[in-house]
């Protein structure tokens, strides 16, 4: 079971509850004041992840490298003609 940050609108109390997904926006009792005006904080975790950033560092320097003399745009290659 995730464990779920809460906070208390009452006495801004911040505690963590564990408890399930589908009572996740349920309030849960304070257990400074016992007060249930307790919202439920997103969870840091899930932006905790990432950091995998892909590097385009491949292609680095190789786009002045012609090549395309067979393309057509050539008069003198690959012309036989009988
Ligand atoms: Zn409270």
């Not at 006495?11 to 996740?24: D, I, Q, S």
């Not at 304070?30 to 995998?52: M, Q």
Request: proline fraction near 2%; glycine fraction near 10%; hydrophobic fraction near 25%.
């Amino acid at each position: 079971m995730p464990i779920y940050e809460y906070r208390c609108e009452s006495c801004a109390e911040k505690f963590e509850v564990l408890t399930r997904f589908a009572e996740r926006d349920s309030a849960q009792a304070c257990p400074a004041c016992e007060s249930n005006k307790t919202r439920v904080l997103v969870s840091s975790f899930a932006f905790a992840s990432g950091g995998e950033s892909s590097s385009v560092s491949d292609f680095a320097s190789e786009s002045s490298s012609g090549g395309g003399c067979c393309g057509g745009a050539c008069g003198s290659c690959g012309s036989s003609s009988n």
